[in-house]
């Protein structure tokens, strides 16, 4: 864990069901968006809360909308990955213990 801390806000992991059972992906920014970037499970939990209360609760109207445009297959991508991944990853993160690969 100290080793990966340095670079842990770049490093996103996507667990699997099949072996390697998680892959690790590395975002380096441009240093003029660096301070932008946000840490895995709080860009999880922004997504999911902006689709979630935002779009079907208050404005479901847009849902549709969204699905059937350029962004339809991600947004599709998140709806059957992100929750089952977040609650992986916040309890290896409450546990404090990363991901481990079998």
């Not at 932008?36 to 209360?53: A, E, R």
Request: aromatic share 12%; proline share 8%.
């Amino acid at each position: 864990m100290t080793v990966t801390d340095g670079i842990r806000p770049v490093l996103w992991s996507t667990v699997l069901l099949v072996p390697p059972y998680k892959k690790y992906y590395l975002y380096v920014a441009p240093a003029n968006q660096r301070s932008k970037v946000l840490p895995q499970l709080l860009g999880m939990y922004l997504v999911m809360f902006f689709l979630g209360s935002t779009i079907t609760r208050y404005r479901p109207h847009h849902f549709e909308r969204l699905l059937d445009s350029g962004y339809g297959a991600q947004i599709e991508g998140i709806l059957n990955d992100v929750p089952t991944q977040f609650l992986y990853l916040i309890a290896s993160e409450l546990s404090r213990k990363r991901p481990v690969s079998c």
